[in-house]
């Protein structure tokens, strides 16, 4: 799924910053650093191992426009308006009912042009929050609505070649907000 992510950046380029909310040890970052070199790629996340070794992973291959760094996604370390995008990768399933408005509040916070997240998207849940096994499972079009206009929204079915099969494949989505 990384390629068929990498590809829906070009749509959005040129920019200049990227930050990923929830990177892990950067998987998505690496990608993002090889397609844009020029870009200054970001990436936070709660676990310390992660960061660590992705740092050291990253720097080992020679990307040193790419910075991991411990953080917490309803209290972003940046700026206001200082990331021209800001996305996640299946992480909005992780972040409960209680959190969830102001994580989305914190990214729209950060973030200069977009927002991309790749999550699960259901229309029918309405405002609710619905968990499954997958995780959190909601509709993001009636959440963004609070921080960004409905014409500046779009929902973009994740193709079957990427997740074939799961939960994935009925309600994984690319939801972008532009400014």
Known sequence: ??????????????????????????????????RFPDVQVLGIDINPNSVREGNVRLAELGFNRVRLAMGRADALPFTDRSIDIVFTDATLLYIGPDKIMKVIAEMTRVSRRAL????????????????????????????LNHFFSDDSLTLTKIPAGVWSEGRWARLGYLITARR
């Open 116 to 143: 991309l997240f790749i999550e699960l998207h259901d229309m029918e849940s309405g405002s609710r929050h619905v968990y499954t096994e997958d995780g959190w499972v909601r509709d993001y079009r009636k959440l």
């Open 1 to 34: 799924h990384r390629e068929w992510l990498m590809k829906q950046f070009d749509g959005l380029y040129p920019f200049t910053s990227v930050l990923e909310i929830g990177c892990g040890y950067g998987p998505n970052l690496e990608h993002l650093a090889r």
